[in-house]
């Protein structure tokens, strides 16, 4: 079956409702402010806050690596897609209940919860995106593409400001943990009125890799390592840039020690974060077609190796809610350019196995937290700095490599 127009259009619609009221379920378990400020207040450590960290943001992806070659197996892929959103719904569900009652549940079995609730909603998530991005690329056609990624911006930072002001006003309704009980709730009834879009997507074309077995899938990659350069720049940009968005939930962990921040604070951050993200987004979407991706890559960079200096220079609240401002920003600079650039350097049959592969180069992004949490706790937060902006400083040659002309 052939992709029309009005199937696109159908797809976009379906894809932008998803992505609305994601962007709502998203503000409620914000994973740079909510998550952390939770964990901290539930008894955490930096070394507990660097393993969640590296679960919901490195670790997650890094299981690309694993589900990609059963997925590529299929020619359709959208029952994998709610199947993985599915589990995300649930340990929502799952998370608020805990929560709301956790007045009957030891504390130490409260953080158990959490990193078992958390690590089903990543890597469920993780599932859900190999297919979700084979879908994408197959199922809008090229030169909607770019529009697409700007107006589900525009929309989802319109939603993302809105729902930051009720986040807020959540947070400070009630204390620990019952206003984070509230917080999940809601994040649960968005994620599950975001998966109707799915049920809505039509998958015409099929898109089939076969892959036998883990010595076919990674030779596979070998291949694809040999013939596309770019793979090997984008794995490299993705394993040092890519560490860009896990240093927020350690900011949380610096101002709660330094400046003792109550849940209004966090809320506050999390406002300003949303911000941040919602301007670079209006941004973006009136500059459609005019930009190319590595002016992002190159600015996400440059601001990325502000923040540690603005956080060892922060003199109070204020200070963190500039942190928090480019923290949005550098979020969505660096989404869409990944996106875009992963779309540009794949092609309908190789994209799920590109996607696994973007997955593996998630290596440096998974265990920096952990390493993170562990220097923190041994030496403090100025070595842990230091080495985030030398990591982020090699970034920069593998986006001059890349070289996209998009």
Known sequence: MKLTAAISQQNVFALLWHSGFLALAMVFMDVDTIIPAMLVDAGGSAVQIGILTAIMLGGSSFTQLVYAPFISNFNYKK????????????????????????????????????????????????????????????????ESRKPFFSIRQLITGVILFAAAFFAKKVLTISEYPTNYGYMFFIAFGALLMASLGFWKLKEVIPSRLEIKNPNHFFRLIKSEWKQNQKLKYFLGFINTMGISISLLPFIILYAKDFYQIQNADTGSFLLYKIMGSVATGFILFFLAGKYKYRYLLYGGAVLSLSLPVLTLLSSGILSFIIIFLIGGVIYTTYTIAMNGVLLEISANENRTLYTGIAGAGNILPALFPLLGGWIIKLYGFLPFFILFMVVILSSLFFIYKINCKK
């Open 79 to 142: 029952k994998f897609l709610l199947l993985g959103i599915n589990s995300r719904i649930f340990s929502l569900l799952g998370l608020g209940i805990m929560l709301y009652f956790s007045s009957l549940i030891d504390e130490t079995n409260i953080i158990w919860m959490i990193f078992i609730l958390i690590t089903i909603f990543s890597f469920g998530g993780a599932f859900a995106n190999v297919s979700y991005t084979d879908i994408l690329g197959k199922s809008i056609l090229q």
